[in-house]
């Protein structure tokens, strides 16, 4: 039986051989520095490292320390991570999987009947997890209409090519010649670019551009409806997904739905707050934001809270240099726990 | 060769001597091979059990082919407290099925085996007990009492001092109390 410790860049797992192996993995890019590892440690193997420093400047170190000699890698850690930075695996197996560890309730799913493509989740989303493919419809599908364009009377002035907003008018220009004195060989219309804005029909000097859209005389009735659907498809990538809200707050469709891990409140002082930045700044859900005031002059609050986007992981509360903001958890959201001694340290995160 | 000396009690053992190792294991197979005839095993079972051939169980159980100066020492072994005797009995033997029957076979001591609820089941003492005697159930250690030989190994490593065992007398009164 032996515990050991490797370091991959700002990686680490600590393994333990022994009738049954056992290996913690510390995955530093996923690390939110919210410090319940640190918290929940029963051998206090766990040292999170100033969330301020890590977030403030560039750092060499990880975000956290295990020191091997005092783990024992009992997996409290990585159940209650809700970042999943942390995992342990015995004999190769996750212990997400295994039933009789209790494992934090939390999940986003977009549900792709009712998403329409709109890419707001995309932006909002702070860890980027999500990404939104779309096809959009041929646009000479939505239109309907005729041109044509009277090449006798066109003077190849460009001026239909110059105003068309969709470019589908283009001349062939040329360099006069004693032989043949004109500016351009030709003039056409690319039908499929062609939005029958008519544009053209009223810029052309010499009316020699015929052109009618047939859907502001008639209507779309010859526009079908399988033409413009909009194809595509949602994913969250599960691990880098830190369940924090935005996607299912932001979406005009109700389309995304996240069960949160841990339910609370967040008490800011705005009397200590000194407006530093760095809450901020270590906030891996971006609930946390200064307003700007509209006018100069006003007076906005110093910090600004939205709970719909926090998980109450408490990271803030671990990166304000003057402990301005308290960070309380009423409910841990997991799936059942057998062992008295994980209830209570469950138990124990929660203040 | 290092010349080790190990301090039991009244008896020196020098493995550079005459004692050598195989000679002590000799000793504490013949008390294994003795008791498990007590408990009516046959001579091909000890054989099995013990990696002996049948004629040495056979020899042994006639008393003979084994020094008594072997069988005293395996004695003082045998006597010393179970940690000592089930590591001794693993250095010399190399062989963890065979020191647990060893253990089992010579040790008759029985133990009440507690663990508390403040047991994080970190597997430490599932690792740690030679006898294989603990197993994990729901995040918590469960001792096998009939498998334990009360080396107190789990006790020392166990990280949130969650295990208590107590020796009974044999008819099951704590000896403790």
Redesign the interface.
């Known amino acids: 039986?032996e515990t050991t410790e490797m370091i991959e860049g700002k990686d680490i797992s600590v393994e333990?051989t022994?009738?049954?192996d056992?290996k913690l993995k510390f995955k530093n890019e996923l690390c939110g520095s919210c410090g319940l590892c640190e918290k929940i440690c029963?051998?206090t193997a766990i040292e999170v490292n100033p969330t301020g420093a890590m977030v403030r400047t560039e750092q060499d170190a990880s975000k956290i320390e295990i020191d091997e000699s005092k783990c024992?890698?009992?997996?409290?850690c990585s159940s209650i991570c809700p970042y999943d930075a942390l995992d342990l695996e015995?004999e190769g197996k996750s212990i997400k999987e295994l039933e009789?560890?209790p494992k934090l309730i939390k999940s986003s799913e977009i549900d792709d009947e009712a998403c329409i493509y709109c890419k707001a989740c995309e932006t909002a989303c702070p860890p980027g997890a999500i990404t939104i493919a779309r096809e959009l419809p041929d646009r000479s599908k939505l239109v309907s209409g005729e041109i044509e364009i009277d090449k006798e009377t066109c003077v190849k002035c460009g001026i239909c090519e110059e105003m068309c907003p969709a470019d589908a008018i283009e001349l062939d220009y040329k360099f006069p010649t004693s032989d043949d004195p004109t500016i351009a060989s030709d003039i056409n219309v690319d039908k499929d670019k062609c939005v029958y804005c008519l544009v053209c029909k009223k810029a052309c000097p010499v009316d020699a551009i015929k052109a009618v859209c047939r859907i502001c005389s008639y209507g779309d009735y010859d526009i079908k409806a399988e033409d413009s659907e909009i194809i595509g498809n949602s994913d969250i990538d599960a691990e880098t997904c830190v369940n924090c809200g935005w996607c299912e707050d932001i979406c005009p469709v109700d389309a995304a739905k996240v069960t949160k891990p841990f339910e609370g409140k967040v008490t800011i002082d705005e009397e200590t707050c000194q407006g530093c930045e760095t809450c901020v700044m270590a906030c891996p859900c971006n609930a946390l934001s200064f307003p700007e005031s509209a006018e100069s002059g006003d007076v906005e609050d110093k910090l600004h809270i939205d709970e719909k986007y926090c998980i109450y992981c408490g990271a803030c509360e671990r990166a304000c240099p003057v402990n301005a903001i308290d960070v309380e958890r009423t409910k841990i959201n997991c799936t059942p726990i057998?062992?008295?001694?994980?209830e209570k340290?469950f138990e124990s995160v929660k203040d | 060769m290092k010349i080790i000396y190990i301090t039991l009690g009244e008896s020196v053992i020098n493995t550079h001597g005459v004692n050598m190792p195989k000679h002590i294991i000799s000793g504490l197979k013949y008390l294994a091979t003795v008791e498990l005839r007590k408990k009516g095993h046959n001579q091909r079972e000890i054989a099995e059990e013990l990696g002996m051939d049948r004629s040495t169980v056979s020899h042994y159980l006639n008393g003979r082919n084994v020094s008594w100066n072997s069988i005293e020492i395996a004695e003082v072994i045998k006597n010393t407290c179970p940690k000592d005797f089930l590591t001794l009995t693993y250095a010399l033997l190399k062989d963890e099925d065979k020191t647990r029957t060893i253990i089992k076979t010579c040790l008759d001591k029985k133990y009440v085996c507690k663990v508390k609820n403040s047991c994080i089941g970190c597997g430490i003492c599932v690792d740690a007990c030679m006898m294989n005697s603990i197993v994990l159930d729901d995040l918590k250690a469960r001792i096998d009492p009939y498998w334990c030989c009360g080396c107190l190994i789990c006790v020392e490593m166990c990280p949130t001092n969650s295990i208590e065992i107590k020796e009974v007398e044999v008819d099951g009164n704590n000896r403790n109390d």
């Open positions: 039986m333990r022994g009738a049954e056992r029963p051998v024992v890698l009992c997996g409290m015995i009789e560890y057998k062992s008295k001694s994980w340290a």
